[in-house]
């Protein structure tokens, strides 16, 4: 697609500068309508990557501005941060998993009057689902601080 007005021109432009200077790929680029001032970069590699800022970013900002902006979101796509971030979600929610199934074996197991062990099924559904949203919710808190602690 080319550029429609001399503000699409220079968007694609300074994307196309600043991953040259960052040794990537050149990343799609898109402008999406929203009157806050807003700008992200997505994609599973260097090489698949997209950098999309708001109208009301292009709006709002000088160009010095929201070139700087923009170079902090090629630096994501440079650092690796969403493949990154997608890796410790995965490990997170494993580990979220097995906790929550493991300690939810444990409470549901007993041992009846002949020593032999037996489950309580929904005991263990319950426990299970309690313990996969309150690990959740600290794996969330954790994979929070890690995307603050990149930024």
Partial sequence: TQPRNQTERWLI???????QKAGIPMPDVAIYHSPDVNAFAT???KSNS?????TG???????AEAEAVLAHEISHISNGDMVTMALLQGVLNTFVIF???????AVASSRNNNGEETRSSGIYFLVSMVLEMLFGVLAS???????RYRE
């Fill in 57 to 63: 970013l292009l709006n709002n900002m000088t160009e």
């Fill in 50 to 54: 997209l950098v999309a800022v708001s």
């Fill in 99 to 105: 906790l929550s199934r493991v300690i939810a074996t």
């Fill in 141 to 147: 808190i954790i994979a929070m601080w890690f995307s």
């Fill in 13 to 19: 432009d300074t994307v196309s500068r600043q991953a």
């Fill in 43 to 45: 994609g599973a590699t």
